[in-house]
């Protein structure tokens, strides 16, 4: 992997990012972190992945997870979560993100959730190994096929299925959380406040925040960013400058975008521009 932008904190730290050309909903990410804490996050996509080496601490739906060595990380669509090293020399770890009508079209199942972040299975990790590196490596569209099918053959015996639309949160749907974050989707580049959003959720300001940290294991405003911040992903995969980007999802300029975007997913937009192929000049 090439060398880590200066706004990490330690030599060591890698991270890059692989789009395919010929496939939709599919990133695949590599990292080696050392110092860097990623700020809580989350991904409009599954989160497949293994743990190669060292330990991952992360907070996961309000909990403490430790990820160790040889262990698969299985995470949901929307879920906030963090991520540091456990141990002195870090941890290394390669995850594919997928959207779910991905997992829908290629395993013929929709609805996945997986009940727990970190599994400890030897022959699923084994499995799932061998596919991420065929996914990284692949020469044709086939062959990165082939191997998506099977990272999620690998990894469908940990899976429910709830048979069609979004996995559920460990706390069941609530429908009055749910009106609040349809109202950040819509109005993602506004200066919402927590009196809009609890209004949309038809709660007081500070009994909707108790509600929503709880259900959510993070504040509306973490959330809000987190989803700001995966918008300009998908921006700046799809080529915009840094600068728009920063204006469309509500961002002071492009210097709080970098900083944002390199806390939450440790590269910067230029970076992972470039790591996907859709470096801009200007």
């Known amino acids: 992997m090439e060398a880590v932008p200066d706004l990490f904190e ?25 110092r860097h804490a990623f700020e809580p996050h989350t991904h409009e996509a599954y989160g497949l992945g293994v743990i190669d ?14 990820a160790p060595p040889q262990s698969l990380v299985l995470m949901n669509p929307d879920v906030l979560h963090t991520g ?29 959730t997986f009940c727990a972040p970190v599994l400890e299975d030897a022959a699923s990790v084994r499995r799932a190994s061998i ?29 429910r299925t709830t048979g069609a639309g979004t996995p559920e949160g460990p706390r069941g749907p609530d429908a009055a959380l749910q009106r609040a974050l ?32 709880a259900h959510h ?22 080529g915009l400058a ?9 961002l002071v300029d492009q210097a709080h975008l970098t900083r944002r975007f390199a806390g939450m ?4 937009p230029a970076r992972y521009q470039r790591d996907i192929g859709r470096r801009r000049d200007a």
């Open 10 to 34: 330690h030599a060591s730290d890698r991270a890059q990012f692989k789009q395919p050309a010929h496939r939709a909903g599919v990133e695949l990410y590599r990292a080696h972190i050392v």
């Open 53 to 66: 080496a060292g330990v991952e601490r992360f907070r996961y739906r309000g909990s403490d997870h430790l």
């Open 84 to 112: 540091r090293a456990e141990t002195a020399h870090g941890w290394r770890y390669r995850m594919a993100y997928l959207d779910a009508a991905v997992v829908r079209d290629v395993i013929g199942q929709a609805g996945w």
């Open 131 to 159: 596919a991420l590196q065929a996914l990284w490596t692949a020469t044709s569209p086939l062959a990165f096929d082939g191997a998506l099918l099977d990272l999620l053959q690998a990894v469908q015996p940990h899976a």
């Open 182 to 213: 349809d109202l950040m989707h819509d109005r993602l580049a506004d200066p919402l406040s927590l009196a809009d959003l609890a209004a949309a959720a038809g709660l007081s300001p500070f009994h909707f925040q108790r509600r929503f940290k």
């Open 217 to 238: 294991g993070a504040t509306p405003h973490q959330m809000l960013m987190a989803l700001r911040l995966y918008r300009a992903k998908r921006q700046l995969a799809a």
């Open 242 to 250: 840094p600068a728009q980007v920063a204006a469309d999802v509500g």
């Open 265 to 268: 997913y440790g590269v910067t």
